[in-house]
């Protein structure tokens, strides 16, 4: 099971300029084939149907460590699209419809779903609005097979997240990029070096792919200055023990210690997303529906 946390693993500010572009953009690190999606139902369903897991348990609690983690990578990336959507669009007198047109201003810019089908929210959708699909999952059963594809997801998702990255200037966006860039980077190596201890063969030698240091990208290199690079957490409170015995020894990049940390990173608030009444979330009247849960409260 997964144990959920009203917190984001990072910090997702609401945005000082909407910009319904670059939620576009993002839309590819949510429901692209190397999105945050992928990386957790693929490890999630990898390790679902492990099998020979109490023989093999550093390996099983690596991949179902970091699948518990690809949870809240999603949780942050609907954050950025919802902070970069939100105020958007041009929000009515309170309580009062008229047949103006509010949602204008947006048409041919960015995802016109966002504003037609999700009340200015994430979508499970690419960038083009195509939606995720079950079969970006890839589980053979056969361990080394499995790991090696791992390994390639997340070289796929860091490309991924280099061109959203310079594709969209927004500071809310390069956030969630530098972040994720840090902790997918981790997961990366994590699957090269489990591919080691299986085969000997040097994976981390491949790295960077692309060749560009975290180290050059301001948004990235903060979390590098904080150590998150070298850092593995543990999603429970008693099980995943053995991660320890693949993410260990110095890191390939800066030869600082590895280590892993029992439970969850700190993280941030999740931000409030204001109501926009002109596509219906909450309510064309929000008063009226505060007013309920108000009520509500009181009875408590």
Sequence with gaps: MILRIERLQVDIPMAEHPDPKAAAAVQELMGGRFGEMSTLMNYTFQSFNFRGKDRLKPFYDLVANIAAEEYGHIEAVAAAINSLLTGSTERPAAGKW????????????????????????????????????????????????????????????????????EMADNPVARQLCGYLLVRGGVHQTAYAMALQELTGVEVTKMLNIPKISNQDIPEARKFNEQGIHHTLYRFSPTDYKDLDRIWRGKHWEDGGELRVVQGPPEGAPVPALDPEPQVYAPGYDPAELEEIARRLMRSA
């Design 98 to 165: 008229s047949p103006d047109s509010p949602l204008a201003g947006v048409s041919g810019v960015g995802n016109p779903h966002h504003f037609l089908n999700t009340g200015q929210g994430a979508m499970a959708v690419n960038s083009l609005g195509a939606p995720w699909q079950g079969d970006y999952i890839f589980n053979t059963g056969d361990v080394v097979t499995d790991m090696l594809h791992n390994f390639f997801l997340e070289t796929g998702a860091r490309m991924g997240k280099l061109r959203v990255y």
